[in-house]
């Protein structure tokens, strides 16, 4: 016989968005159950991204990815030195090489003004050459408020919350549907061994099987689901210390904010991502073009070494489209969008989603508490 267990809230998926959102329902007073298909918390998307502080410059004006960016920038900024988690706030250039390229800066400087992501402005290229003295760059806009996390520190101090509040993370578990009962949802997991867990509010978080997950989901009405598509993106690591004190980032392209230079809290530069639309997962980063890599990194490091660049890792964006045109944004389905009171669900949480995660759990946890 199947056992059945009762929750106060159940998460499933344990990246970063997962486990914020059960640490801001602990903070409410409620004991959440994060239950996650891998072996590790936040070893899928959470793992694989630059691990950049976002100021919230490039989405659209009342975007829910500008709403949770320049609100979760400022609850991490608040968090982080709280909670003993590392980070720096070292700032980023964003650099152009064509008039052109000045003209669509100056359009990112309003929108970052638009959005509140701090005293974006444009500098002289000889204060980026004091800056960043091997930049080379024809207008560059600096943003004071960029800056880089130990984003598997954050996750272990949201961890540390949900337990301390009763709760618990269960790992290795497969979810397989969620069907509504009289009073509570019922979460049914597979694997390792079949089991129900019963709960008033159920939060779908599981990344890149959320919308599977969804379509399994009684009483949600599927045919209203976007669709999903992967965009996945590879790094590449400088061999030994690179030069820089900041971010560098090129102009964005479609889908992506361009192969920028980031810094780990280690001193080492990484460069990424790349975008390759793929039909599946794949994470090899052994596939990653790296020619174009050093084309791209040299545009504003001219003086980068041959043979200085090896592959480091990938990762893969769930973005969404509906009837074949790509939706720019999060989509988060409270209870008011689909109909089905307690249940939240999360589509598209690609860049920023690690910015936004505090913003996203607050927002969820005071919808569903």
Known sequence: MTEVFQADVVVIGAGVIGLAAGAALARKGLAPIVVERENLIGSVTSARNSEVIHAGIYYAKDSAKAHHCVAGRRMLYDYLPRHGVGYQKIGKYIVGFTPEDEGALEAIRKRGEVNDAGDIRFVSRAELTQAEPEVIAASALYSPETGIVDSHGLMLSLLGEIEAAGGAVALGQTVDAIKGAASAFEVYITTPEPLVLQAPRVINA????????????????????????????????????????????????????????????????????????????????????????????????????????????SGVRPKLTRNGVLLDDFLIEMPEEHGLEGLVALYGIESPGLTAALSIGSAIAERLH
């Open 206 to 313: 599981a990344g890149h099987g959320a919308l599977s997950l969804s379509r399994r989901t009684e009483g949600l009405n599927a045919a209203a689901l976007p669709d999903q598509r992967f965009a996945k993106g590879s790094y590449m690591k400088l061999t030994g210390r690179g030069p820089f004190s900041h971010l560098i980032y090129p102009m964005p392209v479609p889908g992506a904010l361009g192969i920028h230079a980031t810094l780990d809290l280690n001193g080492g530069t990484r460069f990424g991502p790349d975008i390759e639309w793929i039909d599946t997962y794949d994470v090899d980063p052994g596939t990653a073009d790296v020619a174009l890599f050093y084309q791209a990194a040299r545009r504003y490091w001219p003086a980068l070494p041959d043979g200085s660049l090896t592959s480091d890792y």
